[in-house]
């Protein structure tokens, strides 16, 4: 699984090559490469239909490319090239998690059971696939103490940890999106690829997202998203690709991205501008 | 009142096996959203496993105690009914996964038809007796409870918990109802769905097995169309409860063994399965999705 085609400093995490991908006659996403340093907020960011969850889910397997290369360095210096593996070996071995547009918890489990099933893998090996095992003979009592110690601690990150034993059908709309992340967490990815994590949050929903996001970036894991919510990816990237049409138009520094007359095309329309004060107006207001 | 308490008694037992079976199909039903129609015949095959342990104990080891061979029995039963269930669940469920809704189904009464043609062949179609296991019988006034009803439903007892919590508390448990709700999303975060869902034949085969074994004991006759009407009922008792849920299964499975018991106590034998189904449509009518069943929600 492990390659060494293409050389890499060890902190690009991601590194998309020449990707393309077809479906039929439409060209969704046509010669892209980008890359995602380890430890930074990688943001992608374009107009609706530029093929950011076609990348999306091009790295986490859903789909497999047409064309191009998806290599993922770990920490270890271990290389995958995602594009060859099933998506669950992506979670397993590859360590890239993800969360979807439309919310995907189990929502008849509760808060806590969420977040166990996401380390569902280190717990049956620590019961040794036995009924006994799993009654608590052997070392399965002390990884299920760890288990429920993980979950605890990035519940108490998203500001959870009061619902914990609720149906997590039943909590907020913000508190379910932060629940998918401390899932995904639970999983204990290297990468966490998150499809438009702020969609359809208020303002300070909104905010408190950006503090678990930045928490989850300084404890060493890297972060692609997609979002269209301009304050919440002007505040928190370190880095911003914006795509259109499939391919990449824009690629640096919010402040250089921000500022690129082709991304201030691509988001306004040339001629429109009334609509480009109004976007331009929100893009400084949330980069103060 | 005391023929009335006696039926009760009567019906609690029966109702106890037919639970024992529902299970299996409201898991089944539950996890990957199909009737698996062999299932009756899984039971079929579990009361025959144990007809043929009981032979051999009997012919070879005279004199052993009955709680050994009944736990023999049990145990052979449980191992022979899962290896079953596992291979049809690999063979001839799994390739249909993803495929349109009735070939599963179409698999599943095939399956059901080969098991009960197989049994017929390979053991006869006659009526198997065997003698009675467990003859003690305790008298409480006009009331008579045998030790085998007991034992029936004190297995049963021990079963289900035991069962709600694997269900519930362990995290085998928690990867089937994962799998139940959303099987991508359980697999992205680690689940091995297909192991989940093998597993959870093996289990709904076990416990038919232990039915099945119990209707042997308790009728002390074994034939290959067990697994039919008795089948059928079972799945009532399911639907009845409300499949999907497993307190509805067994639920239904009690309240089905009373209805039969008192039909048949106070009105015509020959009609008690009528009786039986006639409740079922009416439970149909007015509350489609069972006593304990929750209603559909439209996903968005």
Redo the contacts between chains.
């Keep these: 699984m492990a390659s060494g085609t293409t050389t890499m400093s060890n902190d690009t995490i991601l590194k998309v090559e020449h990707l393309s991908m077809r479906f039929g006659g439409l060209m969704a996403i046509n010669d892209l490469s980008l890359e995602a340093k380890r430890g930074e907020i990688t943001a992608l960011i374009g107009p609706n239909g530029a093929g950011k969850t076609t990348v999306f889910n091009c790295i986490t397997g859903f789909y497999k490319p047409t064309m191009g290369m998806i290599t993922l360095n770990q920490k270890s210096g271990k290389q995958f090239l995602l594009e060859r593996l099933a998506d669950f070996e992506i979670t397993k071995h590859a360590k890239v998690a993800r969360t979807f547009q439309n919310i995907r918890l189990f929502s008849g489990l509760t808060v806590l059971e969420n977040l166990l099933v996401a380390q569902h893998n280190k717990l049956m090996k620590a019961s040794g696939y036995t009924i006994l095992g799993l009654l608590g003979v052997g070392s399965y009592k002390r990884e299920a103490a760890a288990a429920i110690e993980k979950a605890r601690y990035w519940l108490e990150k998203a500001d959870l940890i009061d619902r914990a034993d609720d149906p997590a059908g039943d909590l907020s709309y913000g508190a379910q999106r932060r629940l998918e992340i401390a899932r995904a967490m639970c999983t204990e990815p290297e990468l966490l690829c998150l499809d438009e994590p702020a969609a359809g949050l208020n303002p300070k929903e909104s905010l408190a997202l950006n503090t678990l996001l930045r928490g989850i970036r300084d404890e060493g894991t890297s972060l692609l998203l997609i979002e269209h919510d301009m304050s919440v990816v002007m505040e928190i990237s370190d880095h911003v690709v914006v795509l259109e049409y499939g391919q990449k138009i824009s690629d640096g520094t919010p402040d250089h991205v921000k500022n690129d007359p082709k991304v201030i095309a691509a988001y306004l329309g040339v001629e429109d501008d009334e609509v480009e004060e109004v976007i331009s107006e929100e893009l400084e207001g949330g980069a103060r | 009142m005391e023929y009335f308490i006696q039926q009760l008694l009567n019906g609690l037992t029966l109702g106890s096996i037919y639970g024992l079976v529902a299970i299996g199909y409201t898991m089944v039903y539950g996890i990957i959203g199909m009737i698996n129609f062999a299932h009756g015949d899984i039971f079929m095959l579990g009361g025959f496993a144990a007809l043929i342990v009981f032979l051999i104990l009997t012919s070879f080891f005279a004199g052993i105690p009955v709680a050994l061979a009944l736990l023999l029995m049990l145990i052979i039963a449980m191992l022979v009914t899962s290896l079953w269930n596992w291979t049809i669940e690999r063979v001839a469920y799994r390739p249909l996964r993803g495929s349109f809704r009735l070939a599963p189904l179409i698999t599943a009464i095939g399956m059901s038809i080969a098991l009960s043609n197989f049994i017929q062949v390979t053991q006869g179609p006659r009526n198997k007796p065997v003698p009675p296991l467990i003859n003690d019988v305790y008298h409480f006034g006009d009331i008579t409870f045998s030790l085998k009803q007991l034992v029936i439903v004190i297995v049963t007892a021990v079963l289900l918990a035991v069962f709600w919590?694997?269900v519930h508390r362990?995290?085998?448990g928690?990867?089937q109802?994962?799998t139940e709700?959303?099987r991508?999303?359980?697999?992205?975060?680690?689940?091995?769905v297909d192991r989940t869902i093998s597993i959870t034949f093996v289990m709904g085969a076990a416990l038919a097995a232990v039915a099945g074994t119990m209707y042997l004991m308790y009728y002390g006759v074994a034939s290959f169309t067990d697994g039919f009407t008795p089948g059928v009922k079972a799945f009532t008792a399911a639907v009845l409860g409300g499949i999907g849920s497993l307190p509805g299964a067994v639920l239904g499975g009690l309240l089905i063994g009373l209805i039969e018991s008192l039909w048949s106590a106070y009105f015509s034998i020959a009609y008690k399965d009528v009786a039986t189904f006639a409740i079922l449509a009416f439970v149909l009518i007015f509350k489609p999705t069972g006593i304990l069943g929750r209603p559909e929600v439209e996903k968005v």
């Design positions: 919590y694997i362990t995290p085998l928690r990867a109802r994962a709700q959303d991508k999303m359980a697999a992205l975060l680690g689940v091995d």
